[in-house]
Every structure is written in structure tokens, then in C-alpha cells.
Nanobody, 124 residues
């Protein structure tokens, strides 16, 4: 079992930056690729970005490239999502997820564990 707890969400204004954190506990964090997803009201949960278990490889949703950055600290068992130039359409519940393996897939159904989610609201 892997327990994931997100933090760092909140209400910000358009153009602001925000960093989400995800604390992992349980199994060896460095054995898991990690991903970030988000879900807006009335929409499906969508891929934001992912990072390989060693941290060398990241991938992002095309629409978010250049604004969002995923990173991890395996020594601290922490995952991060740096979000810059936030827009109202970034408003959503953000989730971190873990997948046993090397690379983080885009498909949410391939992940093994999920956090409870944290709200990010961007006002215009």
C-alpha cells in the first residue's frame, strides 16, 4: 500500500503561481512512477503530467507544457507540481497518483494508488 496526501492548494488570482506537494508513505517511493491529474466539475479526470521513478523523465499534457513542472524528491518521498501563469480554466481538484514501474503513463486507469485530491481555484 502507498498512501498519498496532497497539499498546497487554495484560491489564487489569474497569473499567480502555486506549488502542490504530494507526500507519500508506505512502500518504497522510488519504486513508483508518479503522476498528477485534475478534475474540473462536470468533466473527466485528465492527465496533467508525470515523472519516472528516478526523476529523469517527465511528460506533460500538451496544453500545459511550459507552464507546469513536475518534480520529485525520492529522499523525502515527495512529489511536486509547480504551476505558473495560472488561468481560471486551471480550476480543478488536483490528484497525485502512483504507479509501480519506471514511467508514468497518461492513462489514469494504469495508476495503482491515488491521493484524496486538493482544490485549486483560480479567479479572474
Amino acid at each position: 500500500q502507498v498512501q498519498l496526501v496532497e497539499s498546497g492548494g487554495g484560491l489564487v488570482q489569474a497569473g499567480d503561481s502555486l506549488r502542490l506537494s504530494c507526500a507519500a508513505s508506505g512502500r518504497t517511493f522510488s519504486s513508483y512512477a508518479m503522476g498528477w491529474f485534475r478534475q474540473a466539475p462536470g468533466k473527466e479526470r485528465e492527465f496533467v503530467g508525470s515523472i519516472s521513478r528516478g526523476g529523469a523523465t517527465t511528460r506533460y499534457a500538451d496544453s500545459l507544457k511550459g507552464r507546469f513542472t513536475v518534480s520529485r524528491d525520492n529522499a523525502k518521498a515527495m512529489l511536486y507540481l509547480q504551476m505558473n501563469s495560472l488561468k481560471p480554466e486551471d480550476t480543478a481538484l488536483y490528484y497525485c497518483a502512483a504507479k509501480l514501474g519506471i514511467f508514468g503513463p497518461v492513462d489514469k486507469n494504469e495508476y495503482d494508488y491515488w491521493g484524496q485530491g486538493i482544490q485549486v481555484t483560480v479567479s479572474s
